[in-house]
């Protein structure tokens, strides 16, 4: 009896040791512990690969230091022309998408959360998460010799002849632009939404005129978030691939394309991770000087953008805003003499971002009527009325094997995700954490990595431990890419709930997994679904580390578009994208009205 009381009591010692223990570490035990998955995820399968690239190209093939392939790129022009014209694209598409966003991002913002906001919200949502392939796709039926412009221009008299309109550098740039002006508004609005619109007004009370209030008033407290929009949107420029071997032609090669030449068709690893340093280099110089100016944090909307640091550089004496300004209230005052005039200043603040709006949709519908073509080319108009492309797609075995493929790997990715992403956003919004700034980093750096680098370094890593070609391959790969939008969505979530109701839970004698279980989980069980629906069509569009990654017959989804849309050009295509645009919109339906319901 005394052996059995003795051991009970070391036991209780034990426990009450342990605790105390825990309690006394919990500060950094628990945040470390919660992030352990995503550090083990990203550190194993981002960070090293990536690395790993990099350091291949700096050795020859016994593994000595060398420099040889950053000088075969300095000595040949061809190369150093492929360089700059990724750069220049970049650049115009970044410009043009800025002009375009902010419009559409302030109206939105404007609109508070009136139905006409979330519908118009909900617009934009649609191509962000349609598939780039669909979207390409969408303008080779209007730019093509058969296409939408070129039958009007012939109809209209205009032209005696199709005109090439496509594989140049205007097509590519208006293919980008289609691409890439989503993710400009969507990263717009958080910002504007949280400037306070009285500010205009008192600017208006004291006599400022509307160009006035806006140019030294609003546009330098939203200056952080045409920065980040601006950061975001150049970077995803940098390692874009698809539609400029889509709708460019040999003069309009980017970087992207030469890596995937060069591990598919040449496998030279090494003048491949050169050729991704310089993206990675081109990346870090343009993410330093936004952190500098603005700090990481702002890209998650984590604190309130640090608009006391740009507004000094634009309100008062900045030349540029100062002639804006200026232009903008002469323009203002001379239309207010004339009805005509006051109309087209109140029709712009409403037409204009509609039309925007029409400018991302627009090419997207078309696909549909091209999908019930009885014809067996793409042309405008088609000929209808025939459902043979969805019969020819229903089928085949090959779309349809791609296509289970495609949500198996999409539940499995949004799965994952979720659990570890559920983790981190614990960790980064409830506990004070070590290196918080570099945690976040990491987190964001699948975001900001051109994709097509992460997609080779995985490639690389996968090929050693024979995953090429599988779905835990495909899993791992997309759950890397995956990971930082429910990280990202999940914690703006948890900010929503009023920490009141666990802190009443714990003091009526609920613990910790209680309290986790009964209070918060229910509060926030809509947002994690839209994450997982997130998480889910993410994988589900992914095609760069699909193309790498899946090898031989095993492919998915988009990789089967893509393999398409080189070989041939059908409606065959159009029927897969339109099927795949459905999908994707009772998604993101799905998925707002989630949000939605969170938000009462």
Same mark, same amino acid.
């Given at each position: 009896?005394?052996?059995?009381?003795?051991?009970?009591?070391?036991?209780?010692?034990?426990?009450?040791?342990?605790?105390?223990?825990?309690?006394?570490?919990?500060?950094?035990?628990?945040?470390?512990?919660?992030?352990?998955?995503?550090?083990?995820?990203?550190?194993?399968?981002?960070?090293?690969?990536?690395? $790993?690239? %990099?350091?291949?190209?700096?050795?020859?093939?016994?593994?000595?230091?060398?420099?040889?392939?950053?000088?075969?790129?300095?000595?040949?022009?061809?190369?150093?022309?492929?360089?700059?014209?990724?750069?220049?694209?970049?650049?115009?598409?970044?410009?043009?998408?800025?002009?375009?966003?902010?419009?559409?991002?302030?109206?939105?913002?404007?609109?508070?959360?009136?139905?006409?906001?979330?519908?118009?919200?909900?617009?934009?949502?649609?191509?962000?998460?349609?598939?780039?392939?669909?979207?390409?796709?969408?303008?080779?039926?209007?730019?093509?010799?058969?296409?939408?412009? $070129?039958?009007?221009?012939?109809?209209?008299?205009?032209?005696?002849?199709?005109?090439?309109?496509?594989?140049?550098?205007?097509?590519?740039?208006?293919?980008?632009?289609?691409?890439?002006?989503?993710?400009?508004? *969507?990263?717009?609005?958080?910002?504007?939404?949280?400037?306070?619109? $009285?500010?205009?007004?008192?600017?208006?009370?004291?006599?400022?005129?509307?160009?006035?209030?806006?140019?030294?008033?609003?546009?330098?407290?939203?200056?952080?978030?045409?920065?980040?929009?601006?950061?975001?949107?150049?970077?995803?420029?940098?390692?874009?691939?698809?539609?400029?071997?889509?709708?460019?032609?040999?003069?309009?090669?980017?970087?992207?394309?030469?890596?995937?030449?060069?591990?598919?068709?040449?496998?030279?690893?090494?003048?491949?991770?050169?050729?991704?340093?310089?993206?990675?280099?081109?990346?870090?110089?343009?993410?330093?000087?936004?952190?500098?100016?603005?700090?990481?944090?702002?890209?998650? $909307?984590?604190?309130?953008?640090?608009?006391?640091?740009?507004?000094?550089?634009?309100?008062?004496?900045?030349?540029?805003?100062?002639?804006?300004?200026?232009?903008?209230?002469?323009?203002?005052?001379? *239309?207010?003499?004339?009805?005509?005039?006051?109309?087209?200043?109140?029709?712009?603040?409403?037409?204009?971002? %509609?039309?925007?709006?029409?400018?991302?949709?627009?090419?997207?519908?078309?696909?549909?009527?091209?999908?019930?073509?009885?014809?067996?080319?793409?042309?405008?108009?088609?000929?209808?009325?025939?459902?043979?492309?969805?019969?020819?797609?229903?089928?085949?075995?090959?779309?349809?094997?791609?296509?289970?493929?495609?949500?198996?790997?999409?539940?499995?990715?949004?799965?994952?995700?979720?659990?570890?992403?559920?983790?981190?956003?614990?960790?980064?919004?409830?506990?004070?954490?070590?290196?918080?700034?570099?945690?976040?980093?990491?987190?964001?750096?699948?975001?900001?990595?051109?994709?097509?680098?992460?997609?080779?370094?995985?490639?690389?890593?996968?090929?050693?431990?024979?995953?090429?070609?599988?779905?835990?391959?495909?899993?791992?790969?997309?759950?890397?890419?995956?990971?930082?939008?429910?990280?990202?969505?999940?914690?703006?979530?948890?900010?929503?709930?009023?920490?009141?109701?666990?802190?009443?839970?714990?003091?009526?004698?609920?613990?910790?997994?209680?309290?986790?279980?009964?209070?918060? %989980?229910?509060?926030?069980?809509?947002?994690?679904?839209?994450?997982?629906?997130?998480?889910?069509?993410?994988?589900?569009?992914?095609?760069?580390?699909?193309?790498?990654?899946?090898?031989?017959?095993?492919?998915?989804?988009?990789?089967?578009?893509?393999?398409?849309?080189?070989?041939?050009?059908?409606?065959?295509?159009?029927?897969?994208?339109?099927?795949? %645009?459905?999908?994707?919109?009772?998604?993101?339906?799905?998925?707002?009205?989630?949000?939605?319901?969170?938000?009462?």
């Amino acid at each position: 009896m005394m052996n059995v009381a003795l051991t009970s009591t070391l036991g209780a010692r034990k426990r009450v040791g342990l605790r105390r223990l825990l309690a006394k570490h919990q500060r950094w035990f628990v945040p470390a512990v919660l992030l352990l998955p995503m550090l083990l995820l990203l550190g194993t399968f981002f960070i090293y690969p990536v690395g $790993n690239i %990099l350091v291949l190209s700096l050795v020859d093939r016994m593994g000595a230091p060398t420099l040889d392939q950053y000088v075969r790129i300095l000595n040949n022009s061809v190369y150093l022309t492929v360089l700059l014209e990724t750069v220049r694209v970049s650049a115009i598409t970044t410009l043009v998408c800025l002009i375009a966003a902010y419009p559409v991002a302030y109206r939105i913002s404007q609109a508070g959360a009136t139905g006409r906001s979330s519908n118009l919200y909900f617009w934009v949502l649609l191509p962000f998460w349609t598939s780039i392939l669909v979207r390409t796709f969408s303008w080779i039926i209007i730019l093509g010799r058969n296409g939408l412009v $070129n039958d009007v221009l012939l109809t209209l008299g205009i032209t005696s002849a199709p005109l090439e309109l496509m594989y140049n550098a205007v097509s590519v740039v208006i293919g980008m632009v289609h691409a890439q002006l989503p993710l400009a508004i *969507l990263t717009l609005v958080p910002v504007l939404e949280k400037i306070d619109p $009285n500010l205009q007004k008192a600017a208006s009370t004291l006599g400022a005129e509307r160009g006035s209030s806006f140019w030294r008033v609003y546009f330098p407290l939203s200056v952080p978030g045409v920065a980040s929009a601006g950061l975001l949107v150049f970077i995803s420029s940098l390692g874009f691939f698809v539609t400029p071997a889509l709708l460019g032609g040999p003069s309009n090669a980017m970087v992207g394309q030469l890596i995937i030449e060069q591990v598919q068709e040449l496998v030279n690893w090494r003048f491949a991770g050169a050729l991704a340093a310089f993206l990675i280099f081109t990346t870090l110089v343009s993410f330093l000087l936004y952190d500098r100016a603005f700090g990481i944090s702002s890209l998650t $909307n984590t604190e309130r953008p640090a608009s006391s640091r740009a507004a000094p550089r634009f309100s008062g004496g900045g030349k540029v805003v100062q002639l804006a300004s200026s232009l903008s209230d002469a323009v203002i005052v001379s *239309l207010r003499h004339f009805r005509v005039g006051r109309w087209i200043v109140s029709a712009c603040g409403t037409y204009v971002p %509609l039309s925007i709006v029409v400018f991302l949709t627009f090419p997207i519908l078309l696909l549909i009527p091209v999908s019930f073509s009885r014809g067996a080319f793409i042309e405008w108009p088609p000929e209808l009325f025939s459902t043979q492309w969805y019969e020819a797609v229903s089928a085949s075995v090959q779309w349809k094997s791609a296509a289970m493929r495609s949500v198996i790997v999409g539940l499995a990715t949004a799965t994952v995700c979720l659990v570890i992403g559920t983790l981190a956003a614990f960790a980064i919004t409830r506990h004070r954490i070590w290196g918080g700034s570099v945690v976040l980093a990491l987190m964001l750096a699948p975001m900001i990595v051109p994709r097509i680098i992460t997609a080779v370094g995985e490639f690389y890593l996968f090929a050693q431990m024979k995953l090429v070609g599988t779905t835990v391959g495909l899993v791992v790969g997309h759950s890397v890419l995956a990971l930082p939008y429910v990280v990202v969505s999940v914690m703006s979530v948890l900010r929503t709930v009023d920490r009141r109701l666990e802190h009443a839970a714990r003091v009526m004698g609920a613990g910790h997994v209680s309290t986790l279980r009964y209070i918060t %989980l229910p509060l926030i069980r809509s947002g994690l679904i839209a994450a997982f629906l997130l998480a889910f069509v993410t994988s589900f569009d992914e095609l760069t580390v699909a193309l790498f990654v899946t090898g031989g017959l095993f492919g998915t989804l988009p990789k089967q578009m893509w393999d398409d849309a080189l070989l041939k050009v059908s409606p065959e295509l159009a029927a897969v994208s339109v099927l795949v %645009l459905a999908v994707v919109t009772v998604l993101m339906f799905l998925s707002e009205r989630l949000s939605q319901r969170r938000l009462r």
